[in-house]
């Protein structure tokens, strides 16, 4: 969305909807919102408190504005993500949360000029939004270990630890550690497995930076699932460099999946983590929204 050069026309308007409660938010909002005013924009500002409040505060002002900005963590913006599709609108993310993972996916820094400055450029790309049951997410689903890791990383800790956060909640979560039996089905293959961790990835990144596999990609209509399936807990902990740039799917402990559909069983229910959340449970369908968002993000750009 490019500025308009012709002082007849009316400015670009933009809805910006902001979590004050994301752990950057109140240092960072006043520096990307001067920069955004400072380029021409028309502002119509919002505060969000949970999900619930934040996509009613989309349906009801997407229809005045060109363009819809998230300024938030990864938890914030996966709660807009339904009325975000509704909307149609081009998506701009401000990334002030602890992980900020999808910004790391899409190259948006997390410097809150910086990332301003991505929506002032236009450039846009379209993504895919993953779908779990009746739940969505941009960067991974998972079950197992992960799932523990969310329920012991409460905000309190991310605001004492920040990024660190990750590291301390996964060090009590695999004091627990348990495996477990699952069924997973991607296309024609259907594997048991008995795992202390399943991942499914949309996005690249997760947890603070970890990625999901190397071939992974946010618009390629694709998940990449891996469960990891090693034998303890310290052989669990030895994958954890692998976890950094994602070539543990590469190992024979770890069972590795690719496709646009997949269906995970389990003996009981289990909690399904999406985007740090824990919003549904097994038995789980998992599919791909092919270029269902429009986001402002480094590149070239798309027409809008």
């Given at each position: 969305m490019q500025q308009p050069r012709d002082a007849g026309r009316r400015p670009p308007r933009l809805l910006l909807v902001v979590n004050?409660?994301?752990?950057?938010?109140?240092a960072s909002l006043g520096?990307?919102?001067?920069c955004l005013a400072g380029s021409g924009f028309d502002l119509d500002i919002r505060q969000s408190a949970d999900g619930d409040s934040l996509a009613n505060v989309i349906r009801e002002c997407a229809g005045s504005v060109d363009a819809?900005?998230?300024?938030?963590?990864?938890?914030?913006v996966n709660g807009a993500i339904p009325a975000l599709i509704e909307a149609g609108k081009p998506v701009g993310i401000l990334p002030f949360g602890?992980?900020?993972?999808?910004?790391?996916?899409?190259?948006?820094?997390?410097?809150p000029v910086a990332a301003a400055g991505v929506i002032v450029d236009g450039a846009t790309r379209r993504i895919d939004v993953g779908t779990v049951n009746d739940?969505?997410?941009l960067n991974v689903a998972s079950i197992g270990l992960s799932v523990n890791i969310a329920e012991k990383q409460d905000e309190e800790l991310k605001r004492q630890w920040?990024?660190?956060?990750?590291?301390?909640?996964?060090?009590?979560?695999?004091?627990?550690a348990e495996p477990f039996q699952a069924r997973i089905t991607c296309g024609e293959r259907s594997e048991s497995v008995r795992a202390y961790q399943i991942a499914i990835g949309n996005g690249i990144h997760f947890g603070g930076g970890l990625t999901v596999s190397p071939e992974a990609a946010i618009d390629d209509g694709v998940l990449d699932v891996y469960a990891i399936e090693t034998a303890s807990v310290p052989e669990l902990i030895a994958l954890a460099p692998r976890l950094r740039d994602g070539t543990l799917v590469e190992l024979d402990d770890v069972a590795y999946f690719r496709g646009a559909t997949v269906r995970i069983e389990t003996p009981e229910p289990m909690p399904v983590n999406t985007d740090g959340e824990v919003t549904t449970k097994t038995p789980a369908e998992f599919s791909v929204l092919k270029g269902a968002l429009t986001v402002f993000a480094p590149g070239e750009i798309e027409g809008v």
């Open positions: 004050l409660h994301a752990s950057r938010a109140k520096g990307a919102v001067a819809i900005v998230v300024a938030g963590g990864d938890g914030t602890t992980a900020n993972d999808l910004a790391l996916t899409l190259g948006i820094p997390v410097d739940a969505y997410f920040g990024i660190f956060s990750y590291v301390v909640a996964a060090a009590s979560a695999l004091n627990e």
